[in-house]
């Protein structure tokens, strides 16, 4: 698998944010700028974003993931992970999924364990869909932020071993680590 | 969903032991006033419990648990999650969830393996099912304190979040915590 | 079940290495000598090695651990358990076990990450299979050691729960860990 050259074309990256009171209007989406933000911050590839706010219907979630796993290399989500009967991101992302990579949730829970102790309901998983890595994030921008700082420095090396393009991190923000073999610069 | 006033009817919760030489008479079921005792201990509500020995049965597992979560906002379970062959608590428990919360399982594993590195052969797990949360503790009365000690601060949320009674400990035991939008006093 | 004496037969351990490359002999395999070295260290047991040599094939993967399973106590694998599409192995482990133990994958996994920040995109996993423990390990020989070293104390237990030999530990390696009530000597 040939990875794509970073400097030529922008990584292409799905934000999902998964509320039904947002897409209603009830409130306003703070989920995809928060996901963005973070994003423009730590990498310093170009990037070509695909955004999408939709409801917490699993049939849509799911065909939101296959779409955007077509064309990105990442995509990130928020929302619906938690233990209410409404909350199927998590049943949405694994029923779409190639392989599960436990260790995200894991490691997101651990992380947010840190800040809140009722981290410990999150749901969250990350999966590998053809050459996309997908994740699911909490809710709360303060959560992604945690998360994301929490979590990214594995993320550059993981989209390399699916076969995405080389992403490279701003290390004020994060650290991407990738072992010595899988350097290239 | 209308949360049920704490005040007025007493939160109903399922205890259930699991052993076939307790059920058999071989020995006294400790499991079932330790879960009771702990319980007692930390929550302000009245409670009215529901409680259970029975065999290491999958089956029979199965069945309780369907008909506790009936009217229960809480099960906990004790034994049956080590990996011998009779050990079958989590398959049953899975079997008749609703949704998984692995961060219960893995944090409860992190807690024990605070005091034993053989907390890694046990296989609790965490789900929901309809409006209730069921749990599944170690064997042993003082891993079953242990374990609760360690988990406890977030289940009232999520007893929350699924529709149930607004649960409140009592501070010298765990102290519950709640999202600010979410507490009533 | 009776355990079978340890003092008179060699404990029967399957060891797999499990890599197109090296199987195909564009490089030697470090992952079977790895295995085994840590293994002679850390056990007082006589010791009876079965070793294999295999493609990142999900077929041969399952099929090379159902024969091994049938004689073994407990069989190590290294290799394929990153989101590459052909890592497999916990696949195939999963595929042929009867109960899954997620607490050596995530154990496994948080040693790691003391090590590396790339620890999470390991997908490892334990698991029965009759009468024998399966473990998951990393690739790299240094890796392996690292996790052997971070969870083998819980093994010995483990393998006596589900009716194999007793295994005894040496103390400079590793302290097994049994509860009063298992220990023999």
Redesign the interface.
């Known amino acids: 698998?040939q990875n794509q050259p970073a400097a030529y074309e922008p990584a292409r990256i799905g934000i999902v944010s998964i509320s039904d009171r947002a897409t209603a209007g009830v409130y306003e989406d703070k989920g995809l700028p928060a996901l963005k933000d973070w994003l423009e911050r730590a990498l310093h590839n170009a990037l070509s974003f695909e955004a999408r706010l939709i409801a917490d219907e699993q049939g849509v979630i799911e065909q939101t993931l296959i779409e955007l796993a077509e064309s990105c290399c990442l995509v990130l989500t928020t929302g619906g992970t938690?233990?209410?009967?409404r909350?199927v991101t998590p049943?949405a992302t694994l029923a779409i999924a190639d392989?599960?990579?436990?260790?995200?949730?894991?490691?997101m829970?651990?992380v947010s364990?840190k800040y809140?102790?009722?981290?410990?309901?999150?749901?969250q998983v990350g999966v590998?869909r053809g050459r996309c890595?997908i994740l699911n994030l909490p809710g709360q921008p303060k959560a992604i932020k945690e998360t994301l700082d929490g979590?990214f420095?594995?993320v550059p090396?993981?989209v390399d071993?699916?076969?995405g393009p080389y992403l490279e991190t701003r290390s004020d923000v994060v650290q991407a680590?990738?072992?010595a073999s899988a350097r290239r610069y």
Do not use: C, H, N, W
Request: charged share 20%; net charge positive; glycine share 12%.
């Open positions: 698998m938690g233990p209410a009967l909350d049943e392989k599960v990579l436990p260790g995200f949730g894991e490691q829970r651990a364990l809140v102790p009722t981290a410990i309901l999150s749901r590998v890595l979590i420095a594995a090396y993981g071993l699916i076969g680590f990738r072992p």
